[in-house]
């Protein structure tokens, strides 16, 4: 242990020695002793060890998010998969954290650790869930426990803790998807929720199918049918819960093509009206205009929880892999993410009077971020008096800070002006990286995301965007925050897009217009 410890204060010496010098040569930006205020050239900015706001570990990252609301301490409780560059034989352990706004994070540490050898059910966790017992006064977690070298890979297990602390895993019981026709490959994700009939209700991933369990008590379980997935596609970690008269199930599409891999959401009147709208997709997604989509390709695995006040969604934001800042910003494969796990975010649930939904800010964002800076143009060409005119037209901002809220409004002149949000943009830039807010046809808009300038590849296909309708008058509330690289983009409760941008902290940042022109008026940023 003492060994131990030494290795870690050595580590943790070295590390802050290592901030200490990144501080300092980003605090001169470089060698050049100009205040950082007055220049808009380009620099090589890294990430600050803490996300403050989108939450990741010191060590390692965020995979899986499961939250749930705790009454009894008054808090929210996510779950994680907690993700190293280099697992061990065993890995992926329940780490957690205590939140009660969705803003601001307390780590509470390893909550279910895994099995302690190879030969274990769960030598690897999978996703899964948390609920309390009223009943016993008991906390569950139903979980996967996924090991390859065993001929069932995954099975639902389960712990249990009289105080969210110290927790017992249930050696005796387990359930196995081929016992009831299920693969022995694929059977995770295990979601526990009250259904319409008072009863509990498990909902569990398995090969291309959604299994149904039922129980009284949360200890024996009675397997009651499966129902479809979504065409040929795997739909991981379900979320099932009412909100007012609707209910909803919300899934993350694993399918690998450019267009999907997203997280999207099935309503009805009644739980068994959901089961039946995968039974035909196309003909009963939401009519939100988008399909049921809420986020970006960059907002996986999510999951929700309510307080009885507020809903709120929580997923990952993947890290992205290279060595130079351009190469991490466009590495996404046309088919997939190509690295697993990232920054946990998440956003308030908006529920429209039609029941559709919408993702938004979660309240307590604002308030954190309350230092408001200096806006004045740094650059600009074919701006004047707020109104950006012709093709390439653009107005240059000084410099970000690590985490940002960035505020502003954007009336267009007709249904197809076209303009964008760029970020890691100075003077000498030959690439750098926007967010354009495009016009798919007269009545609807993509947020796209493009590597622009005249080094850059343009649309990013990997990465796809957000598709949403046109706000009649023209007008887009555009609200932004971010933290490090995550980034995350809200257009008047419609539109929610997350992205990872590295480079966003200490470089300036643009409002761009191409053709047409538009009027930015109330910009503002704020910082913590």
């Not at 956003?347 to 993702?359: A, F, K, P, S």
Request: hydrophobic residues 35%; negative net charge.
């Amino acid at each position: 242990m003492k060994k131990m410890f030494n290795i870690f204060c050595a580590g943790l010496l070295c590390c802050n020695m290592v901030a200490a010098l990144t501080a300092c040569s980003e605090d001169n930006y470089g060698d050049d002793p100009k205040p950082w205020a007055s220049t808009t050239t380009a620099f090589a900015s890294t990430d600050d060890a803490a996300f403050l706001t989108y939450y990741k570990p010191a060590i390692g990252r965020v995979g899986d998010p499961m939250p749930f609301y705790d009454q009894k301490a008054g808090e929210f409780k996510v779950l994680y998969l907690q993700e190293y560059d280099n697992n061990g034989a065993c890995y992926h352990p329940f780490w957690g954290l205590a939140t009660k706004d969705g803003a601001t994070y307390q780590p509470l540490g390893e909550v279910l650790p895994t099995g302690s050898s190879t030969a274990q059910q769960d030598a690897a966790l999978g996703t899964g869930c948390a609920v309390y017992n009223e009943a016993d006064g008991l906390y569950y977690i139903y979980y996967t426990g996924h090991n390859p070298l065993l001929p069932n890979r995954e099975v639902v297990m389960r712990a249990t803790s009289p105080d969210f602390k110290t927790w017992t895993k249930d050696a005796t019981w387990s359930l196995k998807g081929v016992d009831y026709g299920y693969a022995a490959s694929d059977f995770r994700d295990p979601q526990v929720f009250k259904a319409d009939d008072g009863l509990w209700h498990m909902v569990i991933s398995s090969n291309l199918r959604f299994a149904d369990f039922k129980s009284s008590d949360l200890k024996t379980w009675q397997h009651v049918g499966s129902f479809n997935m979504v065409w040929d596609r795997m739909c991981e970690c379900p979320d099932i819960f009412k909100m007012g008269n609707y209910w909803y199930f919300v899934y993350s599409e694993g399918y690998r093509a450019p267009w999907s891999r997203k997280v999207k959401y099935m309503m009805a009147t009644s739980f068994e009206g959901l089961k039946a709208c995968f039974g035909d997709p196309g003909a009963n997604w939401p009519k939100d205009g988008h399909e049921g989509v809420l986020d970006s390709r960059a907002f996986y695995a999510a999951k929700t929880a309510s307080n009885g006040t507020d809903r709120f969604i929580w997923g990952w934001c993947p890290q992205r892999i290279g060595t130079t800042i351009d190469e991490r910003n466009i590495n996404v494969g046309a088919e997939s993410e190509p690295a697993w796990s990232g920054a946990l975010v998440c956003h308030r649930i908006i529920q429209h009077e039609d029941g559709t939904l919408t993702l938004g800010a979660v309240p307590a964002m604002a308030a954190k971020y309350n230092k408001q800076q200096e806006v004045k143009v740094m650059a600009s060409n074919g701006y004047a008096d707020g109104k950006l005119s012709g093709n390439d037209a653009y107005v240059l901002y000084p410099r970000l800070g690590t985490a940002n809220h960035i505020t502003f409004t954007v009336q267009t002149s007709n249904n197809w002006d076209r303009f964008g949000i760029s970020f890691v943009r100075g003077t000498d830039s030959e690439k750098y990286y926007t967010l354009v807010v495009n016009p798919e046809d007269e009545n609807h808009r993509k947020v796209n995301f493009e590597q622009e300038g005249k080094a850059g590849k343009g649309f990013i296909e990997g990465i796809d965007g957000y598709w949403f309708e046109r706000p009649a008058d023209n007008k887009y509330n555009i609200d932004i925050y971010t933290d490090n690289s995550v980034l995350v983009l809200y257009i008047n409760d419609v539109c929610a897009y997350t992205q990872r941008i590295y480079g966003i902290q200490k470089n300036c940042w643009s409002i761009n217009n191409y053709g047409g022109n538009i009027t930015v008026t109330d910009v503002k940023v704020a910082q913590q």
